[in-house]
């Protein structure tokens, strides 16, 4: 399994960006997707995740409201679409591929990660 995710750069405090993860190997339609990050130097954290079908999604509270976890199982991709950014948002978004079809919050629910795209957000 492969995931590539891209999408990242830098923008301003208040602006948007959109992230995208392309996954390869497996049956995309048949595993929840994930969306994590790492700050420099603080642990991996869970943004978003969403089942196989997209139709249920779930959300850190720090990203509630101005994030958007999607997926088009015909492109094999998942998408973050991220409004409102903040700088505490800045971190390296890691797409991750989980063991199941259900979302799950928790990382050890994931078995396949990407390489990560930093977001960086500027005051």
């Known amino acids: 399994v492969q995931l590539q995710a891209f999408g990242g750069g830098l923008v301003q405090a208040g602006g948007s960006l959109r992230l995208s993860c392309a996954a390869s190997g497996r049956t995309f339609s048949s595993y929840g997707m994930g969306w994590f990050r790492q700050a420099p130097g603080k642990e991996r954290d869970f943004v978003a995740a969403i089942n196989w079908s997209g139709v249920n999604t779930y959300y850190a509270d720090s990203v509630k409201g101005r994030f958007t976890i999607s997926r088009d199982n015909a492109k094999n991709t998942v998408y973050l679409q991220m409004n409102s950014l903040q700088p505490e948002d800045t971190a390296v978004y890691y797409c991750?591929?989980?063991?199941?079809?259900?979302?799950?919050?928790?990382?050890?629910?994931?078995?396949?990660w990407g390489q990560g795209t930093l977001v960086t957000v500027s005051s």
């Open positions: 991750a591929q989980g063991r199941t079809g259900w979302g799950t919050i928790r990382e050890d629910g994931y078995n396949y």
